[in-house]
Nanobody
Framework: QVHLVESGGGLVQAGGSLRLSCVAS????????LGWFRQSPGKEREFVAT????????LYGDSVKGRFTISRYNAENTVLLQMNSLKPEDTAVYYC??????????????????WGQGTQVTVSS
């Protein structure tokens, strides 16, 4: 069992930055790949970024590539999402998720076994 808790959301002006954190707990949490998804009202949940259990590989959604950076610190069971050059369309609830390491980098929601409760990010124009 892996428990995920996100933090760091808030209100920011367009062009600004935010850093989201997700702390994973559980005996084997460091053996999971971790990802971020987001969901805006009336829209389907969207893949944002993912990082392998080792931290050696990452994958980004097209809409955030070049602006967002995912990283992880296994010693602290933490994954970070640094978000720069934020746009109003980045407004959403951001969710941290974990999947088993043999699945590798995945953009598919069903491949993720565990989800956090989400943190709201609002970007004003």
């Amino acid at each position: 069992q892996v428990h995920l808790v996100e933090s760091g959301g808030g209100l920011v002006q367009a062009g600004g930055s935010l850093r989201l954190s997700c702390v994973a707990s559980g005996r084997t949490s460091s053996m999971y790949n971790l990802g971020w998804f987001r969901q805006s009202p009336g829209k389907e949940r969207e893949f944002v970024a993912t990082i392998t259990w080792s931290g050696n590989s990452t994958l980004y959604g097209d809409s955030v590539k070049g602006r967002f950076t995912i990283s992880r610190y296994n010693a602290e069971n933490t994954v970070l999402l640094q978000m720069n050059s934020l746009k109003p369309e980045d407004t959403a609830v951001y969710y941290c998720a974990a999947n088993r390491r043999h699945l590798g980098l995945s953009v598919s929601e069903p491949s993720y076994d565990y989800w956090g409760q989400g943190t709201q990010v609002t970007v004003s124009s």
